[in-house]
């Protein structure tokens, strides 16, 4: 059965750094664009970051942009989310979503499997 489960999740303060990790299992990711998206309170799930295959492509949402860096090893089946200078706003709980399509994927309906989320809380 494919899963993706995510750790790394915390308490930091603002300014402070995280680093995320998705590890997939029953099946192989590496044919599939891999995804993170956040979720705060009474807020609707959205879009941080997109790689591609082999990491050559990566798209970031605008609020994350210079801050954030996604990366894959696929020998790992492990995917990242690098969070620099993480601002009280990037509170949420984060997932991480795989996608079979050839394209990179900004919309959480176009992705296959998730994983069950890690919570990410920054204190001002």
């Known amino acids: 059965q494919e899963q993706l489960v995510e750790s790394g999740g915390g308490l930091v303060q603002a300014g402070g750094s995280l680093r995320l990790s998705c590890a997939a299992s029953g099946r192989t990711f590496s044919n599939y664009f891999m995804g993170w998206f956040r979720q705060a309170p009474g807020k609707e799930r959205e879009f941080v970051a997109v790689v591609s295959w082999i990491g050559s492509i990566t798209v970031y949402a605008d609020s994350v942009k210079g801050r954030f860096t996604i990366s894959r090893d696929n020998a790992k089946n492990t995917v990242y989310l690098q969070m620099n200078s993480l601002k009280p706003e990037d509170t949420a709980v984060y997932y991480c979503?795989?996608?079979?399509?050839?394209?990179?994927?900004?919309?959480?309906?176009?992705?296959?499997?998730w994983g069950q989320g890690t919570q990410v809380t920054v204190s001002s």
């Open positions: 979503a795989a996608d079979r399509r050839n394209i990179p994927g900004r919309r959480a309906g176009e992705y296959d499997y």
